[in-house]
């Protein structure tokens, strides 16, 4: 019977281990907001233009290949800049040259952030900024491609003051990590009730059945006593 115990409890935590680390791997490598850019940038200071673009099934394989365009401040179309493929980049417009880095995902074509560093930002590099993700979705027998694209209007100024844009983002990623914590906490601690159930009844069935076999043997033995 002790064994018997023993070995329900050693379940039990198996089973709560097995629970979290689930929980866990899944929170980790699925997790992707989709945070807004800065817009104000400071002349001579180095900027970050964020693009994040999250897929919609994140078991799905995919790859993607990503493409900035930028319209200059008074002017009327958009140019390709700079493009990224998952292995290498190129900066195509000579206004970027030596002026642009890879900010966004690493060593994966499965690219969901595409943010970009521009240093040394000069006047002349305000305007609207496009990102555009070419994303392959591949699925058993076939393959569905998507184009997702988002805007930054960029202003460079002198002194650069933090924007309300700035302050919103980073509140909101610091409740959708404390939030992400609370679910997973009760998710292990619902898990946690229901293996501590199960393994209960299994006891109480346990001890059933016992009782009934010593109620059975101890008949059997007031039986052969009769007889003799």
């Known amino acids: 019977m002790m064994m018997k115990t023993k070995m329900d409890a050693n379940m039990r935590r198996l089973l709560l281990l097995s629970v979290f680390f689930s929980f866990s791997v899944s929170l980790c490598s699925g997790a992707c ?59 195509i417009d000579e206004r970027f040259q030596d002026r642009m880095e890879w900010h966004g995902s690493r060593n994966t ?52 003051t933090r924007g309300t844009a700035s302050i919103v983002s980073e509140v909101m990623m610091y409740v959708s990590i404390i939030g992400l914590q609370l679910w997973l906490l009760v998710e292990m601690i619902y898990c946690y009730r229901k293996i501590a159930a199960a393994g209960e009844e299994a006891l109480r069935a346990s ?21 003799e």
């Open 207 to 227: 001890a059933a059945e016992y009782l009934a076999i010593a109620s059975e043997s101890k008949d059997n033995c007031a039986g052969v006593q009769v007889a």
């Open 109 to 160: 074509f499965d690219l969901q952030d595409a943010s970009v560093d521009i240093l040394n930002v000069t006047f002349n590099d305000s305007g609207v900024y496009r990102c555009i993700f070419n994303r392959v979705l591949s699925y058993k027998h076939y393959e569905f491609s998507t184009i997702a694209s988002k805007e930054v209007h960029l202003t460079v100024v002198a002194k650069a």
């Open 33 to 91: 907001a989709e945070v807004d850019s800065d817009t104000e940038a400071e002349a001579g200071e180095p900027f970050k233009l964020g693009c994040i673009s999250c897929k919609m099934r994140g078991e799905v394989e995919a790859t993607a290949t990503v493409d900035w365009l930028f319209r200059a401040r008074g002017e009327a179309d958009f140019v390709h800049i700079y493009s990224y493929d998952g292995e290498a980049a190129r900066i």
